[in-house]
C-alpha cells in the first residue's frame, strides 16, 4: 500500500459503484445539497480523512438530515435490492474456488470431496451444524491449512504450488476476523489495530494515527483505543478485531462468526457493521454464523455444509425454497428431523 | 499370551516411533529458526523485549540463587577440606565448582523455571487463541516473529546471568569463608587467582550458551506447538520446564566430558 491510496474511497477506487454518498442519494434517503454540506462539513472537521463515507454518513446524522436508524434502514434496503438482483447474476466468476477438496482431521473426513465457488465482491454466508469444517474451509482459503486432497485458487492462483513468498503476497489480498478476535492480549485497542500497518508499511505514525482512528470510528470504538483486550466486552472484541481487518484496506474479508455469543442487539449492530462496512467498500466477505435465519437477509450467496458436504450453494433468495430436509431443520431450528442431537 | 506380547510389543513400537517423530519435529523447528535468524527483516524492539524478559526480570533469582549457592558450598567445602587440612583450597574449590557447573547449571534451571515456563505458557496461550494464526494471515511468519527472538535473547542473555552468577557466588562463598569462618581474604581470593584458568571460564560460558539454546527452543517448541486449550497449556508448560531441566543436566554431563 502507499501512503497516497490510504484514502481514496475503497468502493471508487475498485470502479465497482457508486460512492456511498452518491447512492444516499439516488435512493432518495438525503438530497444532493444535504450531501454536499456534510462532505464540506467533514472536510472541515476531518481534513486528512478526505472523502471518507462513513463520516458522511455520521456528519448527515449529526446535522440532523436523517436519524442513525433511518440511515441504516436505508443502507439496508440499498442492500436488500441488490441482494434481490443478485439472483440473475449468480453465475458471476468466483475469486475463491475450492475444486474436490478433502480434509482429514485426527482421522475424521471433515471436508469430503466438496466443491465451492465464491462469487466476487458479495457477501457469502457459510451456515452448518457446529464442528461442520466451517471454519476449516476459511482457513484453506487463505492457506492456513492444505487441503489433504483437492485444489483451492485464489483467482488465478492455485495456493498449493506457491512459494512461501507468493503465499504472503495472496494473504495481503484477505483480512481475517478470528472466532475469539485473536487480538494480542499485550496490545491495546490501538495497537492492535495498528500492528498490521506498523509491521507490513513503512507509512509515518501520524498517517498510521490517522487511519486506525478513522477505522475505530467506522466500528465505534472512538474513545477505547487505549484499553486492552481483557477489558472489552465480547462485542467491543469482535469490534475492535473488525477494525483490525479493515486497516489493511483488503480485498477479501473472511469473518469466522462474527456474532457468536454476542447477544440480539449487539448481534444485530454487528450485522449492520458489516452491511455498512460492504457498501462502503464492496470487498468480497465470507462470514461463517449460525444465526439463521437471519444471516439470510444480509447476504447475497449462501452455501450449506452439512458432514463435510455441500447441501446448497445459491443465492440467499433461495434457500428459503429449499426441499432438502436438513437444510428445512436447520432453518427452523426444529430437534426433530434428519440431524439428530439428543 | 502371544495376542498380549504382539501388543506389547506393539506398544513400544508405537511409543518408540513417536518419539523419534517428535524429536525430528522439534530438529526440524530449530532448523526453521536458525534460519530466520540469519534472515532479514531483524526486529530490534522485540529482541530487546525479550532480552528484558529473560534476562533483566531473572537477575533477582539468579542474585538471590548464586549467593545462597556459594555460601552452602563454602560452608560444606570448609568442614570437608578441614579434616585434610586444605582448608587453604576453599576459595579455587568454590570458585571452580561455581564457574564451571554451578554457574551455567543454575542459571539455566533457574531461568527455566521463571522465563521458561512464561515463555511455553505465552506461545501456547497465543496459540490456541489462533493469534498466530493472525499474524499468519497478516503476512508475519510466526516462528520469526515470536520464536526468533526469544531464542536469540537466550542465546545472548545466558552467559551473561552466567557471569553474573559466577561474580555473586564466588562473593557469597567469601561472605562464609572470611566473614564468618575467620579465613583470610588474601588466601581466599589469592587461591582463586592462581587455580582458576580461561579454560575454565570458556568451559562454563559454552555450556551457558548451549543451556539458553535448550531453554529458549524446548519451551518455544512446546508453547509454539500447543493443543487443546488450557489443559494443552497446563501440560505443554509443564512438559518444556521438566524437558529443558533434564536436557541442561544430560548435556552438562557431556559437555564436561567432553571440556575437561
Known sequence: MTEQAIYMDPALARGTTLSLGRQLVANGCVTESQLDRALRKQNNDHPAAGNNEHLVGRTLVDLGYISQSALLDCLFSQFSREREAYRADAGETPIIRLEQVVKILDGRRVLDAIDIAIPAKRVTAIIGMSGGGKSVILKHMVGLMRPTEGEVRVGEHLLGALSPRQLAKVRGRFSFLFQGGALFDSLNVYDNVAFPLREKTDWSESVIHDRVMRCLEEVNLFGMERKFPDELSGGMMKRAALARALVTDPEILLLDEPTAGLDPIIENAIHYLICDTYMRTRYTMVVISHAVPEIFRWCHHVIALHKGKVLFSGPSTEIGQSRNPVIRQFISGDIDGPIQVI | ?260
Open chain 2, 1 to 260: 499370551m502371544f495376542n498380549q506380547i504382539i501388543e506389547f510389543i506393539r506398544k513400544i513400537g508405537a511409543a518408540s516411533l513417536e518419539i523419534i517423530q517428535e524429536m525430528g519435529r522439534m530438529f526440524l523447528f530449530l532448523w526453521d529458526v536458525v534460519r530466520s535468524i540469519v534472515t532479514p527483516p531483524f526486529r530490534w524492539t522485540n529482541l530487546l523485549k525479550q532480552i528484558h524478559f529473560i534476562g533483566i526480570r531473572s537477575l533477582f533469582v539468579i542474585a538471590l540463587t548464586a549467593i545462597f549457592a556459594g555460601m552452602v558450598l563454602a560452608l560444606q567445602g570448609y568442614y570437608t577440606l578441614s579434616r585434610f587440612g586444605s582448608e587453604a583450597l576453599l576459595g579455587p574449590a568454590v570458585a571452580l565448582s561455581i564457574i564451571r557447573e554451578l554457574g551455567p547449571v543454575l542459571s539455566g534451571l533457574m531461568v527455566t523455571g521463571r522465563a521458561g515456563s512464561a515463555l511455553t505458557a505465552e506461545l501456547g496461550i497465543m496459540r490456541i487463541r489462533e493469534q498466530g494464526d493472525a499474524l499468519d494471515v497478516m503476512g508475519i511468519p510466526p516462528l520469526k516473529y515470536l520464536v526468533t527472538p526469544r531464542v536469540e535473547a537466550g542465546l545472548l542473555i545466558m552467559p551473561l546471568l552466567t557471569v553474573i552468577f559466577d561474580v555473586i557466588g564466588i562473593l557469597g562463598g567469601y561472605l562464609v569463608a572470611v566473614r564468618l569462618l575467620g579465613m583470610s581474604g588474601g588466601t581466599y581470593f589469592g587461591g582463586i587467582e592462581s587455580a582458576v584458568e580461561m579454560r575454565d571460564i570458556v568451559t562454563g560460558l559454552i555450556k551457558s550458551v548451549s543451556f539458553g539454546l535448550i531453554v529458549t527452543w524446548v519451551c518455544t517448541y512446546k508453547g509454539y506447538y500447543t493443543r487443546r486449550g488450557a489443559e494443552g497449556v497446563s501440560q505443554s508448560t509443564t512438559s518444556a520446564v521438566v524437558m529443558s531441566s533434564v536436557l541442561i543436566l544430560v548435556c552438562d554431563y557431556f559437555i564436561t566430558s567432553i571440556m575437561l
